[in-house]
């Protein structure tokens, strides 16, 4: 069968994700035929400024080299621009007279700079800020001549102004309005820019309207509305972009501001998409990058015949790096009637924040200086969080994120390159740095693979993220408003939860045949998540799937880094007796174990246990009536517990009876992630229950209830639930909170970052002010547990799943 002819015009980083992104799904359906205008392969037009100041070379932001092409069987044609496109007849011509034939076109011919229509417009030494071929021309002007002038004080000015003051010219940025980067900034945070930058040598003519270009052939001048004129050797307009559509409007091809294609990227001509900032979907042009890249992964699906994707728009936000200065915004960050304000102002550290908030949702914000928190303030915005938990202290930061002691070490910008990023995978920072400059990536993912930093327990995807954010600057791809699950699907884990629950779907198989998954048996990042998904919605009828959990799981112990388990009984609430002790050292002697310690859950762990000793090891601690800790997974680990008022003269009430009570009803139950809790039998808190993901504070009249707390790197003290009265109280409160969580949050996403996503307000709402649903979740965790608490020590040492801990033996022919 013979291949499709795909023929792309545009060999920028729009059309050529494109590709990568079909290269995902098929390889073999199309022969495929890339035309660029400019002499070169796909490079980052983001980087060009980094090359106008001398920081970088072309071949240094090169995306996709010319052996890219050769592997992927792509024809490339550079320096030979499409000039007609005949749609009935389905071909197209070059400017060299070259004519292809096409079954699908891509258009993704990108933006024009705009040339201010004034009278000099025309002169030599008048030129955009887009290409390498402005950049070179920039280049040259800086070698011979000595003043330039920038019209227009958005990013590309002030970037191509700080580039040509490097090269030594003497530059003044020309701007129509009285405010820096307008969309991008609002005046306070403008005005602290502008100041910065006129300490590095940079001047300024503001409310200025340009009427006229002076010179012979070549600009010496401008002359502005007022009379006042200017003397200059180099004129460069960055005062914004337009879509370049003039191909596509005279081929017929429906167009407005931009080439207007529907959520599937089609234009009004069915074989022809279209992605990039030459679009218009639904009304919006796109000049950053993220939306590109959403674009392009929808395309792609249209282009490899799958057509489940659709592109709904964009949520954008902005994280730059001017001149060296970090800036973020996001959303509506101009405030108007009924708008609130948050400002946090330190202009002595050049630290500047505004949060936008209406109805405790935050509305838009803008940052100056400090734009660590950027990522988690455009989370909180994008879905809707109600921060009125948190909101007395959210401009201080994302207020789980913690220094544990470490002072600004823990900030993204104070790091050095050895720093850990990834404890799981060991990636340090300057891996991720060097990855992400050297491979050209963009998004969360691209990182995840190629440095597997984020890819196990994610507890490090924030930091991943700002470093890739501080990286890459405005063509950091965020977190999509709509992430899909994995790479398997097109589906978000909400949405996956959904249709388990809706569908009554009970397998692996009846869930991928439902929602069309594009591999049969899954990978190693949804095969987990489906099997927690299934046994936490269907624990009387699903069979859980060893093969789909981590070896850790699959082996019930914690695998070390040489090779050896560790081993965990369960102490319920941290309580033990002599008998206990004399049993954890005789199977200590028998094993040869070569070290105990006592962990900070109150238990001990014994280190160093070959992984075919393990279920001799369990049959003795199980004949000695210990159960597993479940140290190892994905489960609920320990209740920590004090003393209590049975010995302390401070307790208030029966912390320890308590602790122990709580550990028996959720013992076994898997979960998203870890699940600690605690009770502290007084406001002293020395079981530390507000750093847990359920912890109870015994007080005299009663028992407080926090959620949502965990410790480590990013420490966050939990939530105030409310205040009961009663032991009875306290389990139902519990087992309903946990149930919630557990049929909720995503897999592998802890109580802490789930709290702040859907919010402190939506949990009290059914746990506070719905009784008969908490009663529900309660129910349901007990008919849970029902299924849950069969020891997997006891079970393996009787020999269940006996091939996981049998050597291979391998005989000599």
């Known amino acids: 069968m013979s291949k499709e002819k795909l023929v792309v015009i545009g060999n920028g980083m729009a059309g050529i994700r494109t590709l990568e992104e079909l290269f995902k799904l098929t390889t073999e359906q199309y022969e495929i035929t890339v035309i660029g205008a400019e002499p070169h392969p796909n490079y980052n037009r983001i980087m060009l400024s980094p090359v106008l100041a001398g920081e970088k070379q072309l071949e240094d932001i090169i995306l996709n080299d010319r052996d890219w092409y050769e592997e992927n069987g792509i024809n490339l044609l550079t320096g030979d621009p499409v000039v007609k496109i005949d749609r009935a007849r389905q071909q197209l011509t070059t400017e060299k007279d070259e004519v292809l034939e096409y079954d699908r076109l891509l258009l993704a011919t990108g933006s024009n700079p705009f040339i201010i229509p004034v009278p000099g417009h025309d002169k030599e030494g008048v030129i955009g800020f887009r290409d390498i071929a402005d950049v070179e021309t920039m280049l040259a002007a800086a070698s011979n001549y000595k003043k330039a002038v920038v019209i227009g004080g958005g990013l590309l000015g002030l970037e191509a102004a700080n580039g040509l003051i490097k090269k030594g010219m003497d530059v003044t940025v020309v701007h129509l309005l009285d405010t820096l980067m307008e969309r991008q900034l609002d005046k306070p945070a403008a005005n602290l820019l502008k100041a910065t930058l006129e300490e590095q040598g940079m001047k300024f003519m503001m409310e200025a309207q340009t009427a006229e270009i002076l010179g012979d052939e070549r600009v010496n001048g401008i002359r502005f509305a007022d009379g006042s004129e200017i003397e200059t050797d180099l004129v460069v307009m960055a005062v914004g972009i337009r879509p370049n559509i003039a191909l596509a409007q005279e081929s017929g091809i429906h167009c407005e501001n931009g080439i207007v294609v529907n959520d599937t990227m089609q234009s009004y001509d069915p074989k022809i998409y279209s992605v990039g900032e030459c679009v218009q979907h639904r009304n919006i042009c796109y000049g950053l990058v993220a939306p590109l890249w959403e674009q392009a992964k929808v395309a792609a699906n249209h282009l490899a015949n799958i057509g489940i994707g659709r592109y709904e728009g964009s949520v954008t936000s902005?994280?730059?790096?001017?001149?060296?200065?970090?800036?973020?915004?996001?959303?509506?960050?101009?405030?108007?009637?009924?708008?609130?304000?948050?400002?946090?102002?330190?202009?002595?550290?050049?630290?500047?924040?505004?949060?936008?908030?209406?109805?405790?949702?935050?509305?838009?914000?803008?940052?100056?200086?400090?734009?660590?928190?950027?990522?988690?303030?455009?989370?909180?915005?994008?879905?809707?969080?109600?921060?009125?938990?948190?909101?007395?202290?959210?401009?201080?930061?994302?207020?789980?994120?913690?220094?544990?002691?470490?002072?600004?070490?823990?900030?993204?910008?104070?790091?050095?390159?050895?720093?850990?990023?990834?404890?799981?995978?060991?990636?340090?920072?300057?891996?991720?740095?060097?990855?992400?400059?050297?491979?050209?990536?963009?998004?969360?993912?691209?990182?995840?693979?190629?440095?597997?930093?984020?890819?196990?327990?994610?507890?490090?995807?924030?930091?991943?993220?700002?470093?890739?954010?501080?990286?890459?600057?405005?063509?950091?791809?965020?977190?999509?408003?709509?992430?899909?699950?994995?790479?398997?699907?097109?589906?978000?884990?909400?949405?996956?939860?959904?249709?388990?629950?809706?569908?009554?779907?009970?397998?692996?198989?009846?869930?991928?045949?439902?929602?069309?998954?594009?591999?049969?048996?899954?990978?190693?990042?949804?095969?987990?998540?489906?099997?927690?998904?299934?046994?936490?919605?269907?624990?009387?009828?699903?069979?859980?799937?060893?093969?789909?959990?981590?070896?850790?799981?699959?082996?019930?112990?914690?695998?070390?880094?040489?090779?050896?388990?560790?081993?965990?009984?369960?102490?319920?609430?941290?309580?033990?007796?002599?008998?206990?002790?004399?049993?954890?050292?005789?199977?200590?002697?028998?094993?040869?174990?070569?070290?105990?310690?006592?962990?900070?859950?109150?238990?001990?762990?014994?280190?160093?246990?070959?992984?075919?000793?393990?279920?001799?090891?369990?049959?003795?601690?199980?004949?000695?009536?210990?159960?597993?800790?479940?140290?190892?997974?994905?489960?609920?680990?320990?209740?920590?517990?004090?003393?209590?008022?049975?010995?302390?003269?401070?307790?208030?009430?029966?912390?320890?009876?308590?602790?122990?009570?709580?550990e028996e009803l959720t013992w076994g139950s898997w979960m998203p992630h870890k699940f600690k809790l605690a009770v502290s039998g007084c406001p002293r808190n020395c079981a530390e229950a507000t750093i847990k993901d359920f912890g109870v504070v015994c007080v005299d009249s009663g028992y407080e209830l926090h959620i949502g707390g965990n410790g480590g790197i990013k420490v966050r003290v939990t939530d105030l639930l409310c205040k009961v009265d009663t032991e009875e109280e306290v389990l139902e409160y519990c087992g309903a909170f946990i149930q919630k969580y557990r049929e909720e949050a995503h897999y592998l996403e802890r109580t802490a970052p789930w709290v702040e996503r859907v919010g402190l307000q939506t949990i009290k709402d059914v746990l506070l002010d719905d009784a008969e649903m908490r009663k529900s979740l309660y129910d349901r965790f007990k008919l849970s547990q029902q299924y849950a608490q069969i020891d997997p020590w006891k079970a393996r040492a009787e020999g269940e799943q006996g091939h996981e801990f049998k050597n291979i033996q391998i005989s000599a022919a």
């Open 318 to 662: 902005t994280k730059l790096k001017v001149t060296g200065i970090d800036l973020f915004s996001a959303g509506e960050f101009h405030e108007q009637e009924g708008d609130e304000t948050l400002v946090l102002r330190d202009p002595a550290m050049g630290v500047y924040k505004k949060l936008v908030v209406r109805d405790n949702q935050i509305k838009g914000a803008v940052m100056y200086g400090d734009t660590l928190d950027g990522t988690w303030y455009f989370q909180l915005l994008r879905d809707g969080t109600d921060i009125s938990a948190f909101r007395n202290t959210i401009l201080f930061g994302q207020h789980d994120l913690g220094d544990a002691g470490h002072g600004d070490e823990t900030r993204i910008a104070a790091l050095s390159n050895d720093a850990e990023i990834c404890g799981c995978n060991g990636v340090c920072k300057g891996d991720i740095v060097d990855s992400i400059v050297k491979k050209g990536l963009f998004t969360l993912d691209d990182v995840r693979a190629h440095t597997k930093a984020s890819s196990s327990c994610g507890s490090c995807t924030g930091l991943v993220e700002s470093i890739l954010a501080s990286t890459v600057g405005e063509g950091y791809s965020a977190t999509p408003s709509k992430k899909p699950m994995c790479g398997c699907t097109e589906h978000s884990h909400d949405e996956v939860i959904g249709a388990i629950r809706q569908q009554k779907l009970k397998s692996m198989d009846a869930v991928r045949d439902f929602l069309e998954w594009k591999t049969p048996d899954g990978c190693a990042a949804c095969r987990p998540a489906l099997n927690y998904y299934l046994l936490a919605n269907w624990p009387e009828e699903y069979q859980d799937d060893a093969q789909s959990r981590f070896i850790n799981e699959r082996a019930h112990g914690n695998i070390q880094k040489d090779g050896t388990y560790s081993v965990v009984p369960r102490m319920f609430g941290g309580l033990c007796t002599a008998n206990d002790l004399r049993a954890i050292a005789d199977v200590s002697d028998k094993y040869n174990v070569p070290e105990m310690k006592v962990t900070g859950g109150q238990r001990i762990d014994l280190f160093g246990i070959k992984k075919e000793d393990l279920p001799a090891m369990w049959k003795d601690l199980s004949e000695a009536g210990f159960v597993s800790g479940h140290a190892y997974g994905k489960a609920m680990r320990t209740v920590k517990t004090c003393a209590g008022k049975t010995w302390c003269r401070f307790g208030t009430q029966n912390s320890t009876g308590l602790g122990v009570k709580l």
